[in-house]
């Protein structure tokens, strides 16, 4: 009996020794089961990003001309990217040339997302938006999983691919790793270049630090298109084009001159809030005393640029 349990023993060590090193035997039900999981698991991430039309145009943009020129010579070599490439020969030379990524950087409110929405609808294309914040997951392995996804829904629907704060996946890669988290950002950035690598669609960044980009991406973006702060002539456009018709407010030549001279070093976003501001003011007021003057935008002003200024030098402390 004994003698017997020794032989069982001896053949099963000899079994687990000549199978030692080779792959596990997975029955093709199991292996056809983990495709449509995977699949199922794909198509689940593509719901999670929507396709929207654009509404806005490129005409109605305020931004310098040399600005609108970069961009229209962007809009032209993604038109005739077939015509440059595979008649022009530009093919031969820059193999990897297909790739048509846009990175708008600039002051916050510079209309950097009014830029992406506008080449989508020059294009005729629909949009894709996505916030880092969509993609990122506290379980490791679920942002590149989730980047996938997008550049696969993106691709797959024929719309624009606007990563906004893109200087969140687009940033230096981390050289000293301490932890799990610092190993699955950069696994994250990698996924990142490589499907940008691989997408044959247009996609475009938009970013208030461009500073912070991998220099990896750098390389792989066809324009970096500035979207500064307006000028004078600028922020009179953008105060015309931001008070509706129907709004009651009675500006003169005299207060259309303050304002462009009160918001000097504001952008178009905060122009934006003011005109809110300033109507959110004067509805508290009843009767005809309910119209929006010079001295409620000018307030809505001053506002903007005092939380900006306590804001900024917060910012500076804690660094």
């Given at each position: ?174 050289t000293n790793i301490s932890q799990s988290t610092d190993h699955a ?135």
């Amino acid at each position: 009996m004994v003698e017997k349990k020794k032989t069982k023993a001896k053949a099963h060590k000899k079994t687990a020794e000549t199978t030692a090193g080779k792959e596990r035997y997975v029955p093709p039900i199991e292996t056809s089961r983990r495709r449509d999981d995977e699949q199922e698991d794909r198509v689940r991430r593509m719901a999670i990003f929507t396709i929207e039309p654009p509404q806005r145009k490129l005409a109605d943009l305020v931004i310098p001309d040399a600005t609108r020129e970069q961009l229209h010579s962007l809009l032209t070599r993604i038109r005739y990217q077939h015509v440059l490439y595979d008649d022009f020969g530009l093919r031969d030379i820059d193999p990897y040339g297909g790739r048509t990524a846009i990175n708008l950087y600039g002051p916050p409110g510079t209309g950097k997302t009014f830029a992406a929405e506008a080449i989508a609808h020059e294009l005729g294309m629909g949009l894709l938006r996505v916030n880092y914040s969509e993609i990122e997951s506290k379980f490791v392995g679920e942002t590149p999983k989730n980047i996938q996804a997008a550049f696969a829904r993106a691709q797959a629907e024929n719309a624009l691919l606007f990563f906004d704060e893109a200087d969140s996946i687009l940033g230096k890669r981390l050289t000293n790793i301490s932890q799990s988290t610092d190993h699955a950002v950069n696994v994250s950035r990698s996924v990142m270049l490589m499907a940008l690598d691989r997408f044959s669609g247009v996609a475009v960044f938009a970013t208030n630090l461009a500073s912070n980009y991998d220099t990896a991406f750098v390389r792989r973006i066809l324009g970096h298109v500035e979207m500064p702060l307006p000028n004078a002539a600028a922020r009179r456009q953008l105060w015309q084009a931001q008070i509706p018709a129907r709004l009651p407010a009675d500006l003169t030549e005299k207060d259309w001159a303050r304002l462009v001279r009160e918001t000097e070093g504001l952008a178009g976003g905060d122009i934006l809030n003011s005109v809110v501001l300033a109507a959110a003011t004067a509805i508290q007021r009843e009767g005809p005393a309910c119209r929006v003057g010079v001295e409620d935008f000018s307030a809505a002003v001053a506002a903007a640029k005092k939380a900006k200024r306590e804001i900024g030098v917060a910012r500076k402390r804690r660094g």
